[in-house]
């Protein structure tokens, strides 16, 4: 017979916290840690570079498919890719958590160590943050970055003839939100946990920067979209190779093929941002193809650091080239595949269907 879960609403909030601070990561540049109105945080540069993103249930996770430590590990990796595309290195983040109060305990803490585990490796802290109850699991994390001395790298800094590179996977983490979506999360774990819990080179950030990398982001929104917002910054065409893109492709392609099928079996409907018709598409045929294609394109939550290069400048290990800088033309700054406008959704929009 299994215990009763100890329930948030069942303790104290200072117990609570009492259970989450021994889990967060800790770093030499905390000189005050959580425990006190504000933390304090040394700032060798001078400078630091900030983001926020936020997690709010049954819109950027499900607690059905979602433990805490996946959620905690997603909510710091997010943030954490904002800071290592500027080409900082992660010093602290700051978490704010609304719960209900039937949520468990222990989906609390795991929420704290994936905290860890993705800011460990890192040197990454979490100094503080506030705890607050809600109808829902929202999770907002502020997180802050040491540039040590580099420049900023922005998103307006490519130029003509510059090379397209990418660190990291695309379309994986829209492939495990597939098969989640369509109740088959056991067709492929792997590509579950690239959704649940992703991993991207983060370290690869700093590394562009050092070897001169002149715009960069992170790929959360899709490669067409993100792609695009580094055009439209830079007043440039960022033209993609699709050859370049073949391993991500061919990995995919059997998950597709067994979504493909079992849609047309009926056991499933829309997947990601993709819809499969129940069409009588053979499972190696286009329909499989457009599936994978949707996923590579305009799948986000991969984190893969997308930048741009000199074209005589020797790509940082992690980075392989996937395109090229174009000179704006009169349709203006944008996206290309092979020279083409892509006729398909450019990503994730959170306002519109």
């Known amino acids: 017979m299994s215990e009763t879960p100890l329930l948030v609403r069942d303790v104290a909030e200072e117990a609570l916290l009492a259970r989450i601070f021994p889990l ?41 498919w979602s433990s805490g430590f996946d959620v ?3 909510a710091a990796v997010q943030n954490l890719a904002d800071v290592v595309s500027m080409g900082a290195r992660p010093a602290a983040l700051v978490v704010s958590l609304v719960m209900p109060g039937d949520l468990p305990v222990d989906w609390v803490t795991g929420l704290a160590r994936g905290l860890a585990d993705a800011c460990t490796p890192l040197g990454a802290a ?10 829902q699991v929202v999770v907002a994390v502020t997180v802050h970055g040491d540039l040590e001395g580099r420049d900023p790298v922005l998103r307006s800094g490519a130029r003509p003839g510059d090379v397209v590179a990418l660190a990291g996977t695309l379309g994986r983490s829209a492939a ?49 979209r993100d792609a695009g ?25 059997p998950t597709a093929a067994s979504l493909g099928a079992g849609l ?47 074209a005589d400048v020797v790509l940082p290990t992690a980075f392989r080239a996937i395109g090229t800088v174009r000179r ?7 996206v290309r595949v092979d020279g083409r406008v892509a006729q398909r959704s450019a990503g994730w929009d959170h306002f519109r269907a």
Request: glycine share 16%.
């Open 229 to 253: 917002r580094i055009a439209r910054a830079s007043d440039v065409v960022v033209d993609i190779d699709p050859a370049a893109l073949a391993d991500d492709r061919e990995g995919l392609r």
């Open 126 to 135: 979490v100094v503080g943050g506030d705890l607050s109850g809600g109808d």
């Open 264 to 310: 047309r079996d009926g056991q499933g409907a829309r997947v990601g941002a993709t819809a499969v018709s129940p069409a009588d598409d053979e499972a190696d045929g286009e329909g499989v193809a457009d599936l994978v294609d949707g996923w590579v394109l305009s799948g986000g939550e991969d984190h893969a650091l997308l930048a741009t290069f000199p």
């Open 176 to 224: 495990g939100l597939a098969l989640l979506d369509a109740g088959r999360g056991e067709v492929d774990e792997g590509l579950v946990a690239a959704y649940l819990r992703p991993d991207p080179p983060l370290a690869a950030g700093p590394a562009a920067a050092d070897a001169g990398a002149t715009a960069m982001m992170d790929v959360s929104d899709g490669l067409l």
């Open 328 to 334: 704006a033309g009169g349709d203006g700054p944008g």
């Open 72 to 74: 905690g590990r997603r």
């Open 24 to 64: 967060l990561p800790t770093a030499p540049t905390t000189l005050v840690g959580p425990g006190d109105d504000c933390a304090v945080v040394a700032a060798p540069d001078g400078r630091y570079v900030v983001s926020t993103d936020v997690l709010v249930e049954d819109r950027h996770f499900r607690r059905r």
